[in-house]
Nanobody, 121 residues
Framework: QVQLVESGGGSVQAGGSLRLSCAVS????????MGWFRQSPGKEREEVAG???????TFADSVKGRFTISKGNGENSLDLQMSNLKPEDTAMYYC???????????????WGQGTQVTVSS
């Protein structure tokens, strides 16, 4: 199992950018699917972007063209670059990891503690 710690959240005006980073530690010998989720008050947690073990990247329709996801620092971090931010992007953002096998992602087994992103209009 891996441990995840997010950083990089903050407050920004609409149209601005932020870069979130998820530091990965622990047993990284297995393959993992990783992703970024977000949750705002009164709403369910939703997946924003995913990074599969085969390199496939996925994005929620609401962030396509504005967010990118990448591995940084070798395999020890997962970054989310957010551009052209909108007030509706305001949420707590969480990093998550799930064991994977040949592109198939199992149930999420690790969550970070979250980092707050606030976008003002």
């Amino acid at each position: 199992q891996v441990q995840l710690v997010e950083s990089g959240g903050g407050s920004v005006q609409a149209g601005g950018s932020l870069r979130l980073s998820c530091a990965v530690s622990g047993d990284t010998s297995d393959s993992y699917c990783m992703g970024w989720f977000r949750q705002s008050p009164g709403k369910e947690r939703e997946e924003v972007a995913g990074f599969r073990d085969d390199g496939t990247r996925t994005f929620a329709d609401s962030v396509k063209g504005r967010f990118t996801i990448s591995k940084g620092n070798g395999e020890n971090s997962l970054d989310l670059q957010m551009s052209n931010l909108k007030p509706e992007d305001t949420a707590m953002y969480y990093c998550a990891a799930a064991l994977s096998f040949r592109g198939y992602c199992f149930k999420i087994s690790s969550w970070g503690q979250g980092t707050q992103v606030t976008v003002s209009s």
